[in-house]
């Protein structure tokens, strides 16, 4: 199942596959986490990740918004098949946002 929505609000997360979000601004705190079906996140306004909010989403694989300025501690934290992700934009990447995670090369704005 693809959720595609203006804003995310009150969804059962647990069996979403993919996830088009296109006003979300902020994923907040734990949202999807230990969510083993997510696949994919397009959010092109989304500019801020809080702390677990993709905690041991093993599946997911892109996280996709050219917007994303914050990256808060272990949002990604065990997405071992994270491969892409836009961080042209980034700020702020705190502790652990990525560990465990599947990134090899990471290349962000000098």
């Known amino acids: ?14 069996r ?3 996830l088009v979000l296109m006003n979300q ?12 079906m997510l ?3 397009f959010g092109p306004k989304i500019h801020k990740v809080e702390e677990r909010a993709f905690f041991h989403c093993h599946h997911l694989s892109r996280f996709l918004s050219k917007s994303l300025c914050i990256v808060e501690s272990s949002a990604f934290y065990f997405c071992v098949a994270l491969s892409k992700i ?8 705190e502790d ?15």
């Open 86 to 93: 836009n961080l042209s934009s980034a700020i702020t990447l």
């Open 16 to 18: 979403i596959k993919g």
């Open 39 to 41: 696949n994919f996140v």
């Open 25 to 36: 601004n902020v994923i907040e705190k734990e949202a999807f986490r230990q969510n083993t």
């Open 96 to 110: 652990e946002c990525f560990s465990m995670s599947g990134l090899v090369n990471v290349q962000v704005q000098a």
């Open 1 to 14: 199942r693809v959720l595609y929505v203006q804003q995310l609000k009150q969804h059962n997360t647990n």
